[in-house]
């Protein structure tokens, strides 16, 4: 029910989603800080990659908070939903597995990134020490000849946000590996706030 009415995704047949309680998630992330529940994201082309998108975020040390948590050293990947095809002529990437699932059923062709710099080999794009060509992640370093990539951003990306770059890095990189056009945007607000 809560995938229904937070985003509107029709669970029915969808084996790679699971909830799970404190106990099992922290089993899972190697922890014993987590004290919600949450939901497990495994991802269909990637099985062995997976988030658990927690239903109270978890307060870091330093004072910020966290929705999603992956186990320490897990590589990024694209998360593509069983009927989207990163081959087809458009493809739209956006940031959050949960988005991509709803565009998916709701007739899109959208894949996603774990975040603004999910498309690199770690997460941290503004400090990592490998050159953009050499971090990007597997699933995206591949033949893009012909191909046009929508790149949405999520609402709280303002042109002005210091992770703004992170889309116009992947561009040039769409771009080196033969895209034919790369186009950076952001998904609008929701009633709720932040997309």
Same mark, same amino acid.
């Given at each position: ?56 975020? #978890?307060?870091?040390? &330093? ?7 992956? /186990? %320490?050293?897990? *590589?990024? $990947? ?73 790149? #949405?951003?999520?609402? &709280? ?7 703004? /770059? %992170?889309?116009? *890095?992947? $561009? ?24």
């Amino acid at each position: 029910a809560w995938l229904t009415s937070k985003y509107g995704i029709s669970a029915q047949d969808i084996t790679y989603l699971y909830t799970a309680d404190h106990a099992q998630i922290n089993a899972l992330l190697g922890r014993q800080d987590i004290t919600s529940s949450g939901l497990v994201i495994h991802y269909p082309n990637a099985p062995e990659i997976f988030r658990v998108r927690l239903c109270e975020p #978890l307060t870091q040390a &330093d004072g910020s908070t966290a929705k999603y948590l992956s /186990p %320490a050293g897990m *590589r990024n $990947a694209l998360f593509v939903p069983p009927s989207a095809d990163i081959t087809a002529e458009e493809l739209i990437v956006t940031e959050g597995e949960l988005k991509s699932i709803r565009a998916v059923q709701a007739g899109l062709n959208v894949a996603a990134l774990s975040g603004i710099w999910g498309w690199r080999t770690g997460n941290s794009g503004l400090v990592d020490k490998l050159p953009d060509d050499d971090a990007l992640i597997p699933e995206l370093n591949r033949d893009w000849t012909g191909q046009t990539i929508f790149l #949405l951003f999520d609402s &709280d990306i303002t042109p002005t946000h210091k992770g703004r /770059p %992170a889309f116009s *890095r992947l $561009a040039e990189q769409l771009y080196r590996l033969g895209a034919y056009n790369v186009i950076i945007g952001n998904v609008p607000a929701t009633s709720g706030g932040v997309s």
